[in-house]
């Protein structure tokens, strides 16, 4: 890329490819020349690049961020245009709190989900159970399904994310607001994802601050039924997303992180 008084690091040239090229007309520069400054802190997780060239989809770790307004999502998916023919690129970034969200994001920005994955190489931690893993996939092939209302990272202890979202499906009409909880301990391997279902908001927001008591599971007759028909209904998702335009996420706004009284960076 060629920015009078900026030397890209190797990230820039590496990851995201590109060397030699300037913003197109009409980008925000200052958003990515403040992604660029924050680079030493930013750690690609998924790096994935059309076979033409033209797109690029990365998921970055942003290590600064446990330093920043407490609770602040720590990963920031990036979508990248090229235009070769001018030597232009254009791109669009939006942080998310859990990984499943940000690979969301890049699938309705063009991306094939299996080529937004982890790479098989993956040294980090990786799911404990199949719940785990299907929820994961309910939550990165859903589309419009889920608007986040809320979500807050802690890293001070356990590493733990929560994340308030309304479900419009129509099958969770009587408990539409859900609760996601990320739960990891520093020295595991592995981590966990959980699902709660409340009738209201506000029961919702009261157990993200409160935690009190276990975390009201969606009523389901038989839970090992409903991870498999998640598996299922998930699969589906993927291949039709992966021959059919994405589709459109409910419009992004900034939320700001919720305040916790006792939790402090």
């Known amino acids: 890329m060629n920015t009078p008084d900026l030397d890209l690091p190797d990230l820039f040239a590496h990851d995201f490819r590109l060397d030699g090229y300037t913003l197109a007309p009409g980008s925000d520069e200052d958003h990515f020349l403040a992604l660029v400054a924050d680079h030493n802190v930013l750690t690609p997780l998924i790096t994935h690049h059309t076979s033409d060239g033209t797109r690029g989809y990365i998921v970055l770790h942003d290590g600064a961020a ?9 990963l920031i998916a990036v979508a990248i245009t090229r235009d070769p023919d001018n030597w232009t690129f254009s791109f669009h970034s939006e942080r998310h709190p859990v ?36 929820l994961e996939e309910q939550l990165m092939t859903s589309g419009g399904r889920y608007e986040v209302l809320d979500h807050y990272t802690d890293d001070c202890n356990e590493y733990e994310t929560t994340m308030l979202v309304h479900d419009h499906d129509p099958a969770s009409a009587e408990q539409p607001y859900r609760l996601f909880l990320e739960q990891c301990s520093p020295d595991s391997s592995t981590y966990t994802l959980r699902e709660g279902a409340f009738r209201t908001e506000n029961a919702a927001r009261e157990w993200m601050e409160e935690h009190d008591g276990p975390l009201p599971e969606p009523r389901a007759t038989n839970p090992g039924a409903l991870v498999a028909t998640r598996v299922q209904a998930a699969r589906a998702t993927a291949r039709r997303l992966s021959c059919t335009s994405p589709a459109a996420l409910p419009p992004a706004s900034p939320l700001p992180p919720t305040s916790r009284s006792g939790r402090h960076h």
């Open 99 to 134: 990984l499943p969200l940000a690979q969301r994001w890049l699938i309705a920005h063009g991306a094939a989900p299996d080529a937004v994955r982890l790479p098989a190489q993956w040294s980090g931690p990786k799911p404990a159970d199949a719940q785990t893993t299907a």
């Open 66 to 74: 446990t330093w920043d307004v407490p609770g602040m999502a720590q």
